[in-house]
């Protein structure tokens, strides 16, 4: 149960990337991560009261497709965000710092959360922090998280990351590697 439910939860984030990142970039934005958000703090309040392990797997595998453009959807919107383009690098470093120790810190935290008060415990909370992400993604004003920036062109290729990775080499053997590796 654990291999399956890994691969239908953290396995399916790789394949749907590309898809997410489409949608990202042809919707706003902001409606993107709250809608993501929202589908999270069901799947995961759904989660607390399940116990059989097939509806786990299979609420856990809705809740993995439901958060990928949530991370994508905030990724990209960091240089609409950022006033100063000096303070772009420093940007993206912050949130993939605070997205590390997060993973990092996360399961810890779910492990002291169950340890106290079992897994549905654990799972609110989870959910919980997915409504709380949605009302900080809806609290963020006068700001445009939409996918054109000034001076850009917009891109209309939804293929176009796999062309980059056909046509570098190292690229492509990393990209292989990292699949395995996940497989």
Known sequence: WLAGTLFFSFGVVG???????KLVDRYDRRRVMIASDIGS???????AFTREPLAIAAIGFVASVLAVPVGLAANAA????????????W??????????AARLAGPAIGGGLYA??????????NAASFGASALLVASVRGR???????????????LEGFRVIRRDRMLLWITVAWTMMWL
Not at 15 to 21: D, E, I, K, N, S
């Open 15 to 21: 394949l749907l990337t590309p898809f997410a990142g």
């Open 144 to 158: 445009s998280f939409s996918a054109e920036r000034p001076g850009e062109e917009p891109s209309d290729g939804s």
């Open 41 to 47: 703090l069901l799947t995961w309040s759904l989660l």
């Open 91 to 100: 940007a993206n470093g912050l949130i993939a710092t605070a997205a590390n």
């Open 78 to 89: 960091v240089p609409n965000l950022v006033e100063d383009e000096k303070d772009l690098a």
């Open 116 to 125: 106290l008060g079992g897994a549905s415990l654990a799972f609110i909370v």
